[in-house]
């Protein structure tokens, strides 16, 4: 399995995937969020503090190196402090992430290239959000960059658009009481024991 992984980013990385759509097709077969907490991947622990609570997320570098290499320059800038949640739709997903163009800490928003996903959007896991073309009815390649989500309920339809980085390890019940207009006070990476 870790070789098939291997040569899976060796072909994104060199680029043989070009186009947004379908990004799991890079995949033998999708992990469940089960499979993902059981693995022996590498996990990097990070706390969100939140107005309604805490919760901590376990983020993976081996299968979404792009997408938490983004996330930990993010959380490290402090740029998710003080920010408020601007997105919750029950039973799909709660986003947060999004700033006014005047605000100091848009300047550190910066895309990045897409990644193929090797995991279910189920409960609990995190992505990235993207531009969505409303013309072209499609999402931007290469659009991800501040904004994440975490999904409330099964949206392995979206499991051809985004990518997963991470999964909600503790405090699921925290992420399920957060409204619109709740805020982030905190998020930081945690030092293992």
């Known amino acids: 399995m870790l070789l098939s992984l291997i040569w899976v980013f060796v072909i994104a990385l060199n680029g043989s995937i070009s186009h947004a759509q379908g990004l799991t097709k890079g995949a033998e077969r999708l ?5 993902l907490l059981k693995s022996d991947y590498e996990t990097i622990r990070v ?3 939140t107005s309604k609570g805490s919760f901590l ?28 949640v601007h997105r919750v739709v029950e039973g799909f997903v709660m986003q947060a ?20 996903n090797l995991v279910h959007h189920e409960p609990g896991t995190v992505s990235f959000a993207k531009l969505y073309d409303t013309e072209k009815k499609q999402y931007l390649r290469n659009s991800a960059s501040a904004q994440f989500f975490i999904n ?12 997963v980085f991470g999964v909600v390890k503790w405090g699921m019940e925290t ?4 409204e619109v207009g709740d805020e982030i006070i905190r998020a930081y990476v945690v030092t293992p024991l």
């Open 47 to 49: 706390n969100f503090d």
């Open 152 to 163: 409330l309920g099964d949206n392995t339809r979206l499991d051809e658009n985004f990518t």
């Open 31 to 35: 992990m469940t969020v089960e499979e």
């Open 57 to 84: 997320l376990f983020i993976y570098p081996e299968i979404a190196p792009l997408s938490v290499e983004n996330f930990l320059r993010l959380v490290n800038s402090g740029f998710y402090d003080g920010i408020k």
């Open 97 to 116: 992430g999004e700033v006014p163009e005047k605000s100091p800490k848009a300047s550190l928003i910066k895309e990045f290239s897409d990644e193929v």
């Open 175 to 178: 992420v399920e009481k957060i």
